[in-house]
């Protein structure tokens, strides 16, 4: 019952753009919480891979962009890599549920 | 570097408590920053927060599941532990135990993401 809403999945070539929103409502990202991102390739444990809506943790390619209006956010992978091929989350915090929430997932493919 | 490892039985009865524990290494439990939580993950699903604990002991947990929930921590031991009681064939997940760090950017207004993480247990329920 994710209140974080993703498209089931995007795809690109290589060394295209490609973003994944991210919907939420006014008790999560439209309440001023962050927008955090996470990767996870199969079999492993997510990564985080954005902070407080475009924060970049050491060691994440510049590749990998954060941006959030209102309440919605997206995260934007360019120069699309087949190492990029994973599931990716959302997450913030929800005023309702007095916790927090990830995304439903989106699975990115790489042509 | 910090590290978290999960630990426990990959194998519990229908019925029964689901018992699980973390260990930090490489960094204090009871640093005052941090809150430490646990998230799971049922095969082919998406992520769904558990719970998170303070070191002091303060605990929040996701309203879903807040009935059969129950964590704790030891800081002897720089750990901390999850049980779930009453378990079904739906909390056949992969566990994991993320450290959530805290970012502010605005007076006194805090939230955290999670920026560590275990690399995750298979608890399977099944009799």
């Known amino acids: 019952q994710s209140v974080l809403t993703q498209p089931p999945s995007v795809s690109g070539a290589p060394g295209q753009r490609v973003t994944i929103s991210c919907t939420g409502s006014?008790?999560?990202?439209?309440?001023?919480?962050?927008v955090h991102w996470y990767q996870q390739l199969p079999g492993t444990a997510p990564k985080l891979l954005i902070y407080?809506?475009?924060n970049r943790p050491s060691g994440v390619p510049d590749r990998f962009s954060g941006s959030k209006s209102g309440t919605s956010a997206s995260l934007a992978i360019t120069g699309l890599q087949a190492e990029d091929e994973a599931d990716y989350y959302c997450?913030?915090?929800?005023?309702?549920?007095?916790?927090?929430?990830f995304g439903t997932g989106t699975k990115v493919t790489v042509l | 570097q910090l590290q978290l490892q999960e630990s426990g039985p990959g194998l519990v009865k229908p019925s029964e408590t689901l018992s699980l524990i973390c260990t930090v290494s490489g960094g204090s439990i009871s640093s005052s920053s941090y809150y430490w939580g646990w998230i799971r993950q049922p095969p082919g699903k998406g992520l769904e927060w558990i719970g998170s604990?303070?070191?002091?002991?303060?605990?929040y947990y996701n309203p879903s599941l807040k009935s059969r929930v129950t964590i704790s921590v030891d800081r002897s031991k720089n750990q901390f532990s999850l049980k779930v009681s009453s378990v079904t064939a739906a909390d056949t997940a992969v566990y994991y135990c993320a450290r959530h760090n805290p970012f502010g950017d605005s007076p006194g207004f805090v939230y955290y993401y999670m920026d560590v993480w275990g690399k995750g247990t298979t608890v399977t329920v099944s009799s």
């Open positions: 997450q913030s915090y929800d005023t309702s549920l007095s916790g927090y929430v």
């Open positions: 407080a809506n475009i």
């Open positions: 604990i303070y070191y002091s002991g303060s605990t």
């Open positions: 006014s008790s999560n990202i439209g309440a001023s919480y962050g």
